[in-house]
């Protein structure tokens, strides 16, 4: 048997963590059994379906690389489909008009509210066979009445929903329209599914698709419900807790396999093990080793495990992903270093690539005022000598080097007796306009020749400014 699994999100809303995690897990399950896993867009609810969402599902998942082995299914482009199954349920007796008006549906509910029973539809139309004048009818499936219907979930565990407490589902409305749980069946079994991994809120609804794959005629697939994500606060992952659309996260600069990294031990784990290649994902995972428990969002174990894939990603792939939010900024890329230089000056420093690429925008663009203390700090009388020195060393070098700009600073520094950092602190400040950069002959080759002669001039003006005021 070839594992098959799916992904099926309904376009109401945009691509959230939540939804990735389940994504990650079919399509790990999938990959690790050498299956196939396909996507379906669940679009029935068309008041709420919208082109962007649909748009925001196949972004996300592009970007994060899970790929679909088939074209995706829509489920609107199924309506004759679901049809098809309605008409042959009804001419086998395994589906019925419903001709109960809202009013009478209400009296039962109430009746049965006020007995203290059980809630739901009860029946009453199952035998009947004449229409009812001036009503159209829905559709509704005639559940088992009796036994248990068992749904080994390989999350859950062995769980048992007793048939009596399921009352009959309507499966089409009386608009002709069809409802979720029976094109959710019609579509796992067409789509020849064989692993279902969802959230655990579909739970409730999976014995009545159990008993809706046995009306099919199909074997129905075997069943994983994940836990929740929660918040540290331990509510529903909800905005308040930070991005809720996938592509911020991209936008926020983190890499999608940092992410993926971060969400697949959400719930799962593989001993110790922290950061997981794909192939390892791939490798390791399975969904019985999957948690019961909700799992906890932890934004800043995302940035940690986002530093870590920045460190190790080859420099000249990283530059490929930082050049974007660089351009985004509106750096002239040109007109600075080369993102390879800032990407290796910064990875370890960086948490994200919009990060990195804000921090480095002294490499970019020119800054007008000196980080006001800092400057007040650092560019003082006593270095301007030593400053003036080290420009004219500088605009000396043969070669504009990392070494050769080291030699540079210590050599001046020396000669004018005081240790390279009272030199290296005031030229950082010099340079890049505040206190904080990476090392400083890396931060001054990151400058480049004629900025760092512009820069330091202009230092020098400002001190030689602030003597003239003091005196
Ligand atoms: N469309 C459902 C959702 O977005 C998924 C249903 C399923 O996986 O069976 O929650």
């Not at 998942?61 to 489909?81: S, V």
């Not at 000669?415 to 505040?434: C, D, F, S, W, Y």
């Amino acid at each position: 048997m070839t594992v098959r699994t799916r992904f099926a999100p309904s376009p109401t809303g945009v691509l959230h963590l939540g939804s990735v995690r389940t994504a990650l897990f079919s399509w790990l399950y999938a990959r690790h059994h050498g299956g196939q896993f396909l996507l379906r867009i669940e679009d029935t609810d068309r008041e709420r379906s919208t082109p962007e969402n649909v748009e925001a599902i196949f972004d996300g998942m592009a970007w994060l690389n899970l790929t679909a082995d088939e074209e995706p299914i829509y489920q609107t482009a199924r309506f004759d489909r679901y049809r098809e199954v309605t008409e042959q349920w009804l001419a086998e007796d395994k589906a019925y008009h419903c001709y109960c008006t809202r009013a009478e549906l209400e009296e039962m509910r109430e009746r049965q509210m006020a007995e203290g029973g059980q809630v739901g539809y009860d029946g009453r139309c199952r035998d009947r066979h004449e229409p009812r004048e001036g009503v159209d009818p829905v559709v509704r499936f005639k559940n088992p009445v009796d036994g248990v219907v068992v749904v080994n979930d390989a999350v859950r565990g062995r769980v048992e929903f007793d048939n009596g407490q399921l009352d009959d589902l309507i499966i089409a409305r009386s608009d002709g329209t069809p409802t979720y749980n029976f094109c959710v069946v019609i579509d796992d079994a067409d789509m020849q599914i064989t692993h279902v991994i969802r959230g655990d809120d579909h739970l409730n609804n999976t014995p009545r698709q159990i008993n809706m794959f046995a009306a099919l005629g199909a074997t129905p697939p075997s069943f994983g419900h994940l836990p929740m994500i929660l918040g540290a606060d331990g509510a529903k992952l909800s905005k308040r807790h930070g991005a809720v659309d996938i592509r911020d996260y991209r936008d926020e600069g983190f890499l999608p396999e940092a992410l993926l990294n971060y969400l697949v031990r959400l719930g799962w784990s593989h001993g110790d093990q922290e950061l997981f290649s794909m192939e390892e994902m791939i490798e390791y995972f399975d969904i019985a080793d999957v948690n019961q428990s909700a799992s906890s969002f932890n934004p800043e174990k995302l940035r940690w495990l986002n530093q870590q894939y920045i460190k190790v990603t080859p420099t000249a792939t990283l530059a490929g992903e930082v050049r974007p939010y660089l351009e985004e900024l509106g750096y002239d890329i040109g007109g600075g270093p080369d993102p390879e230089a800032v990407v290796d000056a910064y990875r370890e420093r960086a948490e994200t690539l919009r990060e990195m690429a804000e921090s480095a925008r002294y490499c970019y663009v020119d800054f007008e005022e000196f980080e006001a203390k800092a400057a007040k700090k650092h560019l003082r009388p006593v270095i301007l000598e030593p400053l003036r020195a080290l420009a004219e060393r500088l605009a000396d070098l043969d070669e504009w080097s990392v070494l050769e700009i080291e030699a540079a600073v210590k050599e001046t520094a020396a000669a004018h007796e005081i240790n390279m950092g009272k030199l290296g602190q005031p030229l950082r400040v010099a340079v890049t306009g505040a206190g904080v950069s990476p090392p400083i002959d890396v931060t001054v080759c990151l400058v480049g020749r004629e900025r760092t002669a512009q820069r330091l001039a202009k230092a020098i003006a400002a001190i030689e400014a602030r003597a003239a005021a003091s005196h």
